[in-house]
């Protein structure tokens, strides 16, 4: 089944050591999102990838990075974990191809930060 | 900006039973998209259903299906003959209809518990 695919489930740094989260995706999507998600809030984007065009949300800490090296994988990339920065994060992919435009979402990294 | 306002953080319902999901949103578009996405426990969120503004007709899928109050911006869902699967966080969300990738902003969620 064509599916969004977060790797892994669960991830444990350690405050200030970078962490990396995957994302992929069969879907053949042009765009992907990453949001975050902390306990019993709605997902927070952090930004999104139009294509090979990086857009970032105004208010995303510079602590956040992304790549996209090609159409399947996205990275969020955290350069220094802080206690603040544990938390789900989600990504999304949707096809500006269909008329709807919806968000297919992955299953989530849950960020633990010791 | 565009708002979502989801005014129950928790409801219940006894299984086999109906229960309505409030939403209301605040927009100066005409056209937009409407959601609601269940995300269960521990597990990815997932579409339940969608209506496009200028129809007027109410989206059904199965069991799930919305009143779209358009003036009111109100857009709930109802859930019918409710089953212990449904237990999940529900999330309203909005989105405009230009442009190719405009984010969704959905509300804070309401949690559905299903009781036996």
């Known amino acids: 089944d064509a599916m969004v695919i977060q790797n892994p489930r669960y991830q444990v740094t350690q405050f200030g050591k970078p962490v990396t989260l995957s994302c992929s995706q069969t879907?053949?999507?042009?765009?992907m999102y990453w949001y975050q998600q902390k306990s019993s809030q709605a997902p927070k984007l952090l930004f999104h990838?139009?294509?090979?065009?990086?857009?970032n949300e105004a208010d995303t800490p510079d602590n956040f990075q992304s790549r996209r090296p090609n159409t399947s994988f996205c990275f969020l990339d955290i350069r220094s974990p802080g206690l603040g920065d544990a938390a789900m994060y989600l990504c999304?992919?949707?096809?500006?191809?269909?008329?709807?435009?919806?968000?297919?979402f992955g299953a989530g990294t849950r960020l633990s930060v010791l | 900006a565009q708002t979502v306002t989801q005014s129950q953080p928790e409801m219940s319902v006894q299984e086999a039973e109906t229960v309505t999901l409030s939403c209301t949103y605040d927009t100066s578009e005409s056209d937009y998209y409407l959601f609601w996405y269940k995300q269960p426990p521990s597990r990815q969120m997932i579409l339940v259903i969608r209506q496009e503004a200028y129809k007027q007709q109410n989206a059904t899928e199965n069991r799930f299906s919305v009143n779209f109050q358009k003036a009111a911006k109100s857009f709930s869902l109802k859930i019918s003959d409710s089953q212990l699967g449904d237990a999940a966080m529900y999330f309203c969300a909005y989105r405009r209809k230009q442009g190719g990738s405009e984010k969704l902003v959905f509300g804070k969620g309401t949690k559905l518990t299903v009781n036996p």
């Open positions: 999304a992919t949707s096809s500006t191809g269909t008329g709807y435009y919806i968000q297919y």
């Open positions: 879907l053949n999507h042009n765009v």
């Open positions: 990838y139009y294509d090979k065009d990086f857009n």
